[in-house]
């Protein structure tokens, strides 16, 4: 039996993963100096810093993935891809106001807009392609986790919102 490649869907996936991974790094870059994540006090089961990274890469990763699929399948039209793009951006800005500009009540309002982009865009996918969805499940997990944590450092740091 014979493998044969289709470099057409290679370049989609390659496209789709490579965008939100390079993004999520570039991100990562910009605010890793303002990073005091360490110095917060945070509510209980707050994991160690160490865990964000890779955490966030796994997700870019099956984002790309999920998005890929639609994309060789030919469905990742209309509100799937918008959804797919606001979500991705406002996703990257959370850092951005959480970190470099520490407006901690701000990054809190503005994950709860993610938390709704996420799951909208997971349905549009799950609607288009059922294994696109479900592969959205640990962000959905993950980004309602991350609420948790910004309100709970919301009220446990409130002099510094």
Known sequence: MSVRIHWD??????VSIIIPLALGALVGFITSRFMDYDTLVKPPFAPPSILFPIAWSILYLLMGISYGMLKVDGIAEGSATVLYFVQLSVNL???????????????????????????????????????????????????????????????LNYTNT
Do not use: C, E, H
């Open 9 to 14: 869907k290679v370049k989609i996936y390659a």
């Open 93 to 155: 800005l959370w850092p951005v106001a959480f970190f470099v500009f520490k407006w901690r009540l701000f990054a809190f309002i503005w994950i709860l807009l993610l938390d709704a982009l996420v799951i909208a865009m997971t349905v549009s996918f799950y609607r288009r392609k059922k294994s696109a969805g479900l592969l959205q499940i640990p962000y959905i997990l993950w980004v309602l986790f991350a609420t948790y944590l910004n309100l709970g450092i919301v009220l």
